[in-house]
């Protein structure tokens, strides 16, 4: 089975200051993981994703992510936010091992607030 | 390029009718996926289909669930005799390939009364 804990509900950050949304993930083989955006009344929107490789990872709109194989983490970083970064963030993971379905499973979400 | 499209972006219906929810996916994508999202609840997996091969339909939550794409393209989730439960918003994704990021579309709201 795989799983997806995004502990905080809710993050508040002040424009300008760094964030962080917080991911941690479980499955059995090799972790394949994604962050996707969620603005109000929208699908989700693709922002970056881990197979292999360099362990930061650059996506879409200044995003970035780091993958932690030890503590079984990727969290979503930002050096500066920006009010419009304010939306509903997931994580997702999938088994990249081949033995599992391609389905993801996705965290609970967290809620980015930034404050002018 | 157009990105995936689903219809009707909201349904309104009573207990007990039955609903379809089209989704038309990115051109050449072979891979469709279909999910539900629920008030604080995050995204659950409904079904996945993947070129000719047969569906994974293991995130299905009844057997008033069902799901087809015909034609390797558009895809039609279907729930029978809905209960208020089903509420929900309704997510349609699809990528170029099994396993590669997916794009969803706009979701259609469903709401049960």
């Known amino acids: 089975a795989q799983s997806v804990a995004q502990p905080e509900d809710q993050v508040n950050v002040a424009e300008g200051n760094p964030l962080t949304v917080k991911c941690t993930y479980s499955?059995?083989?090799?972790?394949?993981l994604f962050w996707y955006v969620q603005y109000p009344n929208r699908g989700l929107q693709f922002l970056l994703k881990y197979i292999t490789g360099d362990n930061l990872v650059k996506g879409s709109y200044g995003f970035e992510a780091e993958f932690n194989k030890s503590q079984t983490s990727f969290h979503l970083k930002k050096p500066s936010a920006l009010v419009s970064d304010s939306a509903l963030y997931f994580c997702a993971v999938r088994d990249g091992s081949g033995a599992g379905s391609y389905q993801l499973t996705f965290g609970k979400g967290t809620k980015l607030s930034v404050i002018p | 390029g157009a990105g995936v499209s689903q219809s009707p972006s909201n349904k309104v219906t009573e207990k007990g009718k039955d609903v379809e929810l089209r989704c038309d996916p990115i051109s050449g994508h072979t891979a469709l996926y279909w999910y539900r999202q629920s008030l604080g609840q995050g995204l659950e997996f409904l079904i996945y289909?993947?070129?000719?091969?047969?569906?994974?339909k293991s995130g299905l939550p009844s057997d008033r669930f069902s799901a087809e794409r015909t034609g390797g393209s558009v895809s039609t989730l279907t729930i029978q005799r809905t209960q208020q439960e089903d509420s929900a918003v309704y997510l349609c994704a699809s990528s170029l390939v099994q396993g590669n990021e997916q794009y969803f579309g706009p979701g259609t709201r469903l709401t049960v009364t």
């Open positions: 499955v059995s083989g090799n972790p394949y």
């Open positions: 289909f993947q070129g000719n091969s047969a569906p994974d």
